[in-house]
């Protein structure tokens, strides 16, 4: 991975904290619990495997007015970008601003939130992270940002660090639209002040050599809301990983994603993986991930709720699906409760399936051909996933998005 | 119309034989229906017409307008004119009722080399229909069935037929479960579909349906094919003597 000289200039004594972090954690092994169904090894590598781009895809978002920060194999590109100006926003970059406001704070929620899981990868990037955006957001941002991540060099290996502050009050949706790089380390820390509201897109595109190990540390003080929707397609390893947690009263985070893999495009593996710890009152949780699956694709899911003690009236949910559209694929869920409050209502489920065969045929009777309706049917499962979209043109494009996927992905 | 002849059908898995030389001919333009016992096949029979699988056709054969069913795939048959409505319709979460039924209008009309409707023409037309059944808004931007009542349901699936103008209705049991104001709407429905160019087969138990719909030809089917056939006057008999007599003449008793 990237050499820390390299790093960018600030945080410096974070930056040594978090190497010191990795040093004591060692890089993950298949022993370690939260690994076992997921394969470090191409991740720990010193050298990425090589992967080409895929084929340029429908531009993403394109309808939509936001601001474009584009990173090519992990580096901002200026000519590409819009002028990093938005009111109600101060944009900088990690690789060439001064600390300022983030000083202190940098590595700070990486380095915190629920054990036992250790995540080195995350300490690495917050050591060794060599480009990436601080956002100050201190009013309701005046339009989206798009992080739109190019892939270009067969051998990238871009290590991103996104550290984003919401300010009382203050609002922003954030969009992250494509693969990065052949080996992509991200982390994005988001700590949200009260009443802050932060929404999360993210479309991991079909870029199918890809291997992309991500993470997510979110705060939230009181009545701070949180909501991050994914939507995967395709990509030889993708580890997602979101540590939420929940510290003032009354916040709500709700965390989401959509995974669809068809192995025979080469190999799949999908993990997701997600922590979220209730530390306040009345706090409300959701996390709802499906995933569908074939032609030999693996999805993973391993996922807490914590009820810290004293969280009560803590509402917490959580449901992890599959939908195995034939004999070779695999699901593998690992769903947790760990609860330390009395007045609480948790709840959990897992499943995994196949197409539903009475469905299918009520809808062919119709007169609907076999592969739109498996199409619709796919859409009737990921629906509880997608409603998690609140704003309605955003959710239309991963629709949309969706249904070129199927399009493409036909039996 | 429709012609059914010497049908034996088993389960694709199991040894049971569940339909056992059934004949039927339902003519352009007339409305049949079909009366039994539970479990005499006519649900098998109306799954089998449609390409349901789990079935399997060891004899006979069922023809649409002169053209062989059983050949056909679920859609084709859809394409060609036939139309179950089921008897137990099925829920879709996540599936809007419009986005269905234009998918499945659209779909038919491309099979058939018809010009797609425009979303504005399609939502005129399925305002239009369901009015008339008294679908409101919200059931046609609900999911598919999903916390429809039973009346519900059986009028959603009045309305698919209403839009999709099938040649052949097959209505499976569409009045049980439904008091007497949903039944009057769901027969008023088929009443106002009843044309000189479509058919109707009507699977019921009850003779008050048939006030409402008025048959042309009612047939008595039990143990996997039709014993008796005759005119409404058949549907008064059994709703007052029931089925005792007709199967015991066939040497059949009510077992069940
Ligand atoms: N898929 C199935 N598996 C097992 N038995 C079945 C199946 N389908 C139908 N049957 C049996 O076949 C017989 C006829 O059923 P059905 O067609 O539903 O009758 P009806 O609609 O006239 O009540 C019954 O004995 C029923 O239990
Ligand atoms: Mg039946």
Redesign the pocket.
């Given at each position: 991975m990237a050499d820390a000289l390299t790093a960018g200039p600030g945080f410096v004594p974070e930056r040594k904290a978090a190497a010191e972090r990795l040093g004591a954690m060692g890089l993950p092994g298949r022993r370690d619990e939260y690994w076992r169904w997921t394969d470090p090894a191409t991740l720990n590598a010193p050298d990425p495997k090589p992967a080409q781009a895929g084929e340029a895809e429908a531009p993403l978002f394109d309808a939509l007015d936001r601001l474009k920060v584009v990173f090519v194999d992990g580096v901002f590109d200026a000519g590409a970008s819009d002028d990093l100006s938005l009111a109600g926003v101060e944009i900088t970059r990690l690789a060439t601003s001064a600390p300022g406001w983030a000083e202190g704070l940098y590595g700070t929620l990486e380095a915190t939130g629920q054990v036992p899981v250790k995540r080195p990868f995350a300490a690495l990037n917050t050591a060794q992270a060599t480009d990436g955006l601080l956002i100050r957001v201190t009013a309701a941002a005046a339009k989206p940002i798009n992080l739109i991540y190019v892939h270009k060099s067969e051998t990238s290996d871009p290590i991103l660090h996104h550290l984003i502050r919401l300010e009382e009050g203050a609002e922003l949706t954030l969009l992250e639209t494509g693969p990065a790089g052949a080996r992509f380390n991200k982390a994005m820390e988001v700590d949200l002040a009260k009443g802050a509201r932060f929404h999360h897109i993210r479309i991991q595109g079909p870029d199918q050599e890809r291997r992309a190990v991500t993470h997510i540390f979110a705060r939230l003080a009181d009545a701070a809301l949180f909501k991050s929707f994914t939507l995967t397609f395709n990509g030889v390893l993708t580890r997602n990983e979101a540590f939420v947690e929940m510290l003032g009263d009354d916040a709500m985070a709700h965390v989401a994603g959509a995974a669809l893999g068809d192995g025979r495009d080469g190999a799949f593996h999908h993990d997701d993986t997600v922590f979220v710890t209730h530390d306040g009152l009345r706090g409300e949780s959701r996390q709802v991930f499906k995933k569908v699956l074939k032609g030999g694709a693996i999805g993973t899911f391993q996922g807490k709720i914590l009820v810290k003690p004293g969280a009560q009236k803590t509402d917490g949910y959580q449901i992890s699906q599959s939908l195995l559209l034939d004999d070779d694929s695999q699901f593998l869920a690992k769903p947790e409760l760990e609860i330390y409050a009395d007045d609480v209502k948790c709840s959990h489920g897992s499943t995994t399936g196949a197409i539903d065969e009475t469905a299918l045929f009520y809808l062919r009777s119709r007169g609907v051909p076999e592969e739109d309706a498996k199409g619709l049917l796919v859409l009737s499962f990921l629906a509880d996933a997608i409603d998690e979209i609140e704003d309605a043109a955003l959710k239309e494009e991963i629709v949309a998005r969706l249904e070129d996927w199927l399009a493409r992905h036909r039996s | 119309m429709l012609e059914i002849k010497n049908l034996h059908v088993k389960?694709q898995d199991?040894d049971?034989v569940?339909l056992k030389g059934m004949n039927l001919t339902v003519e352009t333009g007339k409305v049949h229906a079909i009366m039994?016992?539970?479990?005499?096949?006519?649900?098998?029979?109306s799954y089998v017409l449609s390409g349901r699988d789990?079935y399997e056709v060891t004899e006979g054969s069922a023809t649409l307008g002169g053209k062989e069913l059983l050949d056909m795939e679920p859609e084709e048959r859809a394409a060609a004119g036939l139309f179950l409505a089921f008897?137990y319709p099925v829920e879709i979460p996540g599936v809007g009722n419009m986005t269905f039924l234009r998918t499945a209008l659209n779909a038919q009309r491309k099979a058939r080399g018809e010009e797609e409707l425009s979303a504005g023409e399609f939502l005129k037309l399925v305002r239009e229909k369901a009015k008339t059944l008294k679908i409101d808004a919200d059931m046609l931007k609900r999911p598919v069935n999903v916390g429809f009542s039973g009346g519900e349901k059986k009028r959603n699936e009045i309305l698919q037929m209403a839009m999709l103008e099938p040649k052949m209705c097959i209505l499976?049991?569409t009045d049980s479960g439904l008091d007497v104001d949903a039944m009057r709407l769901v027969a008023d429905g088929v009443n106002a579909l009843r044309a000189p160019d479509r058919s109707f087969l009507v699977?019921t138990h009850y003779q008050r349906l048939l006030d409402h719909i008025k048959p042309d030809v009612v047939h008595i089917?039990a143990d996997g094919r039709i014993l008796q056939t005759g005119g409404p006057e058949l549907a008064l008999e059994v709703e007052n003597n029931g089925y005792a007599e007709i199967l015991a003449a066939h040497g059949l008793t009510e077992a069940k």
């Open positions: - | 389960l199991e049971k569940i039994g016992p539970n479990g005499s096949g006519k649900s098998t029979m789990g008897q499976d049991e699977i089917m």
